[in-house]
């Protein structure tokens, strides 16, 4: 069962607007664990308390055999060590942000298609990666969550912006990499998606159908880089199946949809396929949404609140999903999307 463990601070996304003494921590770092010991739910919570510890925005997803771990730290030495006490480390990654930040507020004072041309040609001075990802994402928090699981570049989309089928070749055209996954993570965007691969003639497009943020945060974790981009396209596309997905939002005009009658404001908790829950409030609509969706086989409900839902509320609503589901897991991720109260997901 694949897990993601994380406690975000709102940094990639504001750091063009701070200055590098605000930098608490200066160093990304990132690497994966090949386990050669025992490794369960209490030495998680152990491993990610040490990580909080010496450092913020913490990224933990284990699943089977191997930990993916994203954290930012001033002593990356510590949280390798740490790590090395749980087996050997590989695709280890440790970048300075404080020379990060140099260079965006640099490149932020060129024109922008100078700007655009620079970083191109520094892309391409790069080694050429075996794989690269593109996903679609509509909050600050789920981009940071898709940054933190090793996603190369974030195209901003949402119920009001699909992105086009040239938004997609642009992001083909910034991954450096022989075969790149595109994630749409909307059933909209699937579409342009596929119609980039047919004009790409320079790399291997794989289009993994990912209808929702939490598919293809599922998919993406589930990514093994020592097997062939097909197989991991076929691995991919078959574990975001096991993901039920659900959105909370708000109703524009009155309606009838599959028997539901719904007023204008009513708060809708919607499906996969269908609106399986409707209320007056949030909290109420969006329990009753992940009612529907839990059955005996469930084992971990994700919830990533929006930006009208303060981490207060999000942490009580969690509250009351563990106390009606005691044996199952219960996460909670800041997502920052707009319009959607809750994005959630039921694995």
Same mark, same amino acid.
């Given at each position: 069962?694949?897990?993601?463990?994380?406690?975000?601070?709102?940094?990639?996304?504001?750091?063009?607007?701070?200055?590098? @003494?605000? *930098?608490?921590?200066?160093?990304?770092?990132?690497? !994966? =664990?090949?386990?050669?010991?025992?490794? %369960?739910?209490? /030495? $998680?919570?152990?491993?990610?308390?040490?990580?909080?510890?010496?450092?913020?925005?913490?990224?933990?997803?284990?699943?089977?055999?191997?930990?993916?771990?994203?954290?930012?730290?001033?002593?990356?030495?510590?949280?390798?060590?740490?790590?090395?006490?749980?087996?050997?480390?590989?695709?280890?990654?440790?970048?300075?942000?404080?020379?990060?930040?140099?260079?965006?507020?640099?490149?932020?004072?060129?024109?922008?298609?100078?700007?655009?041309?620079?970083?191109?040609?520094?892309?391409?001075?790069?080694?050429?990666?075996?794989?690269?990802?593109?996903?679609?994402?509509?909050?600050?928090?789920? @981009?940071? *969550?898709?940054?933190?699981?090793?996603?190369?570049? !974030? =195209?901003?989309?949402?119920?009001?912006? %699909?992105?086009? /089928? $040239?938004?997609?070749?642009?992001?083909?055209?910034?991954?450096?990499?022989?075969?790149?996954?595109?994630?749409?993570?909307?059933?909209?965007?699937?579409?342009?998606?596929?119609?980039?691969?047919?004009?790409?003639?320079?790399?291997?497009?794989?289009?993994?159908?990912?209808?929702?943020?939490?598919?293809?945060?599922?998919?993406?974790?589930?990514?093994?880089?020592?097997?062939?981009?097909?197989?991991?396209?076929?691995?991919?596309?078959?574990?975001?199946?096991?993901?039920?997905?659900?959105?909370?939002?708000?109703?524009?005009?009155?309606?009838?949809?599959?028997?539901?009658?719904?007023?204008?404001?009513? *708060?809708?908790?919607?499906?996969?396929?269908?609106?399986?829950?409707?209320?007056?409030?949030?909290?109420?609509?969006?329990?009753?949404?992940?009612?529907?969706?839990?059955?005996?086989?469930?084992?971990?409900?994700?919830?990533?609140?929006?930006?009208?839902?303060?981490?207060?509320?999000?942490?009580?609503?969690?509250?009351?999903?563990?106390?009606?589901?005691?044996?199952?897991?219960?996460?909670?991720?800041?997502?920052?999307?707009?319009?959607?109260?809750?994005?959630?997901?039921?694995?």
């Amino acid at each position: 069962m694949t897990k993601v463990s994380s406690s975000y601070i709102s940094y990639v996304n504001t750091r063009e607007k701070i200055s590098t @003494d605000d *930098i608490k921590f200066c160093y990304c770092t990132e690497f !994966i =664990i090949m386990l050669e010991k025992e490794y %369960n739910q209490k /030495t $998680e919570n152990e491993f990610k308390a040490y990580l909080e510890s010496i450092g913020d925005s913490l990224v933990v997803v284990s699943d089977d055999d191997v930990v993916k771990v994203h954290v930012h730290t001033n002593d990356p030495g510590l949280a390798i060590q740490k790590a090395l006490t749980y087996g050997s480390l590989t695709n280890m990654k440790i970048d300075n942000m404080r020379e990060e930040h140099h260079e965006r507020l640099n490149l932020a004072s060129e024109a922008a298609a100078t700007e655009k041309v620079e970083e191109k040609k520094q892309a391409e001075q790069k080694p050429r990666k075996k794989a690269g990802f593109v996903a679609v994402s509509m909050g600050d928090g789920l @981009d940071e *969550i898709f940054t933190g699981l090793g996603v190369d570049y !974030i =195209i901003k989309g949402g119920q009001t912006m %699909n992105p086009s /089928t $040239e938004d997609m070749l642009n992001a083909i055209g910034e991954v450096n990499a022989d075969n790149i996954f595109i994630l749409p993570n909307n059933s909209n965007i699937i579409l342009a998606a596929e119609q980039a691969k047919h004009l790409t003639e320079d790399k291997n497009i794989f289009v993994i159908p990912s209808r929702t943020v939490p598919q293809g945060i599922t998919a993406v974790i589930n990514f093994v880089y020592d097997k062939t981009p097909e197989e991991n396209a076929a691995r991919m596309t078959e574990e975001m199946k096991k993901v039920k997905s659900g959105q909370v939002t708000y109703a524009v005009r009155d309606t009838s949809i599959d028997g539901k009658e719904i007023k204008q404001g009513n *708060i809708m908790g919607i499906g996969d396929k269908t609106i399986l829950s409707v209320g007056e409030g949030v909290e109420e609509t969006t329990l009753a949404l992940i009612k529907s969706l839990v059955d005996d086989d469930s084992e971990l409900i994700s919830l990533y609140y929006g930006e009208e839902i303060s981490e207060e509320d999000a942490n009580a609503l969690a509250d009351k999903v563990m106390e009606s589901y005691p044996n199952l897991d219960v996460e909670v991720h800041y997502g920052g999307q707009p319009i959607y109260y809750y994005v959630l997901s039921v694995e």
